[in-house]
Nanobody, 121 residues
Protein backbone atom coordinates (compact mmCIF):
# COMPACT_ATOMS: atom_id res chain seq x y z
CA UNK A 1 0.00 0.00 0.00
CA UNK A 2 1.28 3.44 -0.93
CA UNK A 3 0.61 6.58 1.09
CA UNK A 4 1.32 10.23 0.37
CA UNK A 5 1.47 12.53 3.38
CA UNK A 6 1.58 16.32 3.03
CA UNK A 7 2.92 18.68 5.64
CA UNK A 8 3.87 22.32 5.99
CA UNK A 9 0.54 24.06 5.57
CA UNK A 10 -0.67 26.78 7.88
CA UNK A 11 -1.63 30.41 8.28
CA UNK A 12 0.63 33.11 6.86
CA UNK A 13 0.32 36.82 6.11
CA UNK A 14 0.26 38.09 2.56
CA UNK A 15 3.80 38.36 1.22
CA UNK A 16 5.01 35.51 3.39
CA UNK A 17 6.32 32.07 2.51
CA UNK A 18 5.52 28.45 3.20
CA UNK A 19 7.15 25.19 2.16
CA UNK A 20 4.96 22.17 1.61
CA UNK A 21 6.31 18.62 1.66
CA UNK A 22 4.80 15.43 0.26
CA UNK A 23 6.38 12.16 1.39
CA UNK A 24 5.54 8.89 -0.33
CA UNK A 25 5.83 5.65 1.63
CA UNK A 26 5.04 1.98 1.12
CA UNK A 27 6.02 -0.44 -1.60
CA UNK A 28 7.47 1.77 -4.35
CA UNK A 29 9.57 0.69 -7.28
CA UNK A 30 9.78 4.00 -9.13
CA UNK A 31 8.15 7.42 -8.87
CA UNK A 32 7.59 9.15 -12.18
CA UNK A 33 5.75 12.48 -12.20
CA UNK A 34 4.83 14.34 -9.04
CA UNK A 35 2.55 17.30 -8.68
CA UNK A 36 0.69 19.76 -6.52
CA UNK A 37 -2.92 20.82 -6.94
CA UNK A 38 -5.16 23.08 -4.89
CA UNK A 39 -8.85 23.54 -4.26
CA UNK A 40 -10.37 26.70 -2.88
CA UNK A 41 -13.87 26.73 -1.34
CA UNK A 42 -16.53 26.57 -4.04
CA UNK A 43 -13.98 26.04 -6.81
CA UNK A 44 -12.68 23.08 -8.76
CA UNK A 45 -9.34 21.52 -8.01
CA UNK A 46 -6.65 23.15 -10.16
CA UNK A 47 -3.10 22.31 -11.09
CA UNK A 48 -0.40 24.30 -9.33
CA UNK A 49 2.85 22.66 -10.45
CA UNK A 50 4.26 19.39 -11.72
CA UNK A 51 7.71 17.86 -11.97
CA UNK A 52 8.77 14.91 -14.09
CA UNK A 53 11.29 12.20 -13.30
CA UNK A 54 13.95 14.19 -15.16
CA UNK A 55 13.10 17.37 -13.23
CA UNK A 56 11.17 19.15 -15.96
CA UNK A 57 8.69 21.49 -14.31
CA UNK A 58 5.39 23.08 -15.24
CA UNK A 59 3.51 25.82 -13.39
CA UNK A 60 0.10 27.42 -13.46
CA UNK A 61 0.35 30.98 -14.74
CA UNK A 62 -0.98 32.29 -11.43
CA UNK A 63 2.04 30.96 -9.48
CA UNK A 64 4.89 31.35 -11.98
CA UNK A 65 7.80 33.23 -10.48
CA UNK A 66 6.47 32.76 -6.93
CA UNK A 67 6.27 28.97 -6.41
CA UNK A 68 8.97 26.37 -7.00
CA UNK A 69 8.44 22.63 -7.16
CA UNK A 70 11.29 20.23 -6.47
CA UNK A 71 11.83 16.60 -5.52
CA UNK A 72 14.24 14.43 -3.58
CA UNK A 73 14.14 10.97 -5.11
CA UNK A 74 16.18 9.42 -2.30
CA UNK A 75 13.46 10.49 0.14
CA UNK A 76 10.52 9.89 -2.22
CA UNK A 77 9.45 13.44 -1.44
CA UNK A 78 8.33 16.46 -3.39
CA UNK A 79 8.36 20.04 -2.18
CA UNK A 80 6.46 23.18 -3.04
CA UNK A 81 8.21 26.38 -2.00
CA UNK A 82 5.64 29.18 -1.99
CA UNK A 83 6.87 32.78 -1.80
CA UNK A 84 5.09 36.12 -2.06
CA UNK A 85 1.86 34.47 -1.02
CA UNK A 86 -1.42 36.20 -1.80
CA UNK A 87 -4.89 35.80 -0.21
CA UNK A 88 -6.06 34.15 -3.44
CA UNK A 89 -3.56 31.34 -2.80
CA UNK A 90 -5.74 30.23 0.10
CA UNK A 91 -6.84 26.64 -0.55
CA UNK A 92 -6.37 23.03 0.41
CA UNK A 93 -3.22 21.83 -1.32
CA UNK A 94 -2.99 18.24 -2.51
CA UNK A 95 0.04 16.38 -3.77
CA UNK A 96 0.06 13.45 -6.13
CA UNK A 97 2.53 10.97 -7.52
CA UNK A 98 2.48 8.69 -10.55
CA UNK A 99 4.40 5.61 -9.55
CA UNK A 100 5.01 1.93 -10.07
CA UNK A 101 4.83 -0.27 -7.00
CA UNK A 102 6.84 -3.11 -8.53
CA UNK A 103 8.88 -3.75 -11.65
CA UNK A 104 5.90 -5.57 -13.18
CA UNK A 105 3.15 -3.10 -12.28
CA UNK A 106 1.91 -0.23 -14.38
CA UNK A 107 1.77 3.42 -13.45
CA UNK A 108 -0.82 4.41 -10.85
CA UNK A 109 -1.68 7.83 -9.45
CA UNK A 110 -1.85 8.38 -5.72
CA UNK A 111 -3.08 11.43 -3.82
CA UNK A 112 -2.35 12.88 -0.42
CA UNK A 113 -5.03 13.90 2.06
CA UNK A 114 -4.47 17.63 1.60
CA UNK A 115 -3.05 20.40 3.73
CA UNK A 116 -4.70 23.77 4.37
CA UNK A 117 -2.92 26.96 3.36
CA UNK A 118 -4.51 30.21 4.51
CA UNK A 119 -3.10 33.60 3.50
CA UNK A 120 -4.40 36.59 5.39
CA UNK A 121 -4.48 40.08 3.93
Amino acid sequence: QVQLVESGGGLVQAGGSLRLSCAASGIIFRINGMGWYRQAPGKQRELVATITSDDSTNYADSVKGRFTISRDNAKSTSYLQMNSLKPEDTAVYYCNADLRSTFYSGNSRYWGQGTQVTVSS
